[in-house]
């Protein structure tokens, strides 16, 4: 096998392995790989995507067989995912170890790359997924051919000042195959969707709208530093103004979120006891969704329910007409 071309192939799977774990695009079993995960995946893709050409790779797993439905009946019969653990931890090394030919082929398998397997004749263009080139990285030498000013000049005076059309179509064709591999355009990379170019936008977008979400409730609690109970709950309001029949307490914003009259009876359980609260007054009980003062009596202090109050109360008043 030609080792210089093998690390060629080997680069461009890991390359294109990388793409696709940037991208969001590998199945569930290789973005959480595990030996038993990438067995898994290797079953549920396998009646598809199984060819004959694939047959060295499961034969340097597992031995040589007649067809592929032997190879899928010793994956499957297989009680240990041994021959997939070499390949998760390469994978859970970041791929920045080494490991055996046969892993590179078995995960160009898994994630479908083209051309596969591996052919010495074949030519790989590399093409690296990883992280962005720094902007201040020098500029590659530019190596196109030129031609000596005193050939140029010698071959003026013998035709003229100005270069021919055949010279004009010899220069360029000398550039054309000086070597030089075109420009390959530079993968974007992408964060929870989002090009990582408009990385810093986005932040500044999110750290401006989380300010103004602050001010706006400061100016709501602001404008309400007071509250009064309805009976059901706790309203905001500003402490200059009045409503009649109910006495302003200061703001609280825990008491204001958490605590409300349960007004529906039946559909406190068993589950609830210990978790709401209770007041009785006169032989009535009124249940609430929270602890501390009584909102009816700020005398007096709510009650955690017991199994006693649920049983009487709850069952009770379930059971009445």
Known sequence: MDL?????????????YKKKKEDGTL???????????LKNECLAVFHKRYSEKDNETFKALYGERENGAEYLKKINTSVSSDKFKP?????????????????????????????RPHHPGDIYKIVEYEASISENEPEEEDISP???????????????????????????????TSGQLPDTPKPVKFIFGIPVKFKRTVIAFC?????????????????????????????????????????????????????KRITNISAITRKDIGKIFYSKESGKVEFYTGSGENPADTRKRLLPMTEHIFEKYVLGLAVSP
């Open 87 to 115: 390949l998760d931890n390469f994978l859970k090394k970041d791929t920045k170890s080494g490991t055996h030919n046969r892993n590179i082929e078995l995960l160009a398998w898994l994630i479908d790359f083209e051309p």
């Open 4 to 16: 210089e071309r093998f690390e060629d192939y080997k680069r461009e799977v890991i390359s294109a």
């Open 27 to 37: 199945p569930p079993n290789l973005r959480n790989s595990t030996a038993a995960n």
């Open 146 to 176: 030129t031609i000596d000013p005193e050939v140029q000049l010698s071959i003026g005076n013998e035709a003229s000042n100005e270069p021919g059309e055949d010279q004009v179509k010899n220069v360029n064709t000398e550039e054309e």
């Open 207 to 259: 750290a401006t709208v989380a300010v103004l979400a602050t001010i706006y409730v400061a100016y709501i609690l602001k404008a309400h530093e007071c509250m009064y109970w309805d009976g059901d709950q706790y309203q905001a309001i500003a402490c200059d103004q009045k409503v009649e029949g109910a006495s302003t307490i200061a703001l609280d914003p825990v008491r204001l979120d958490e605590v």
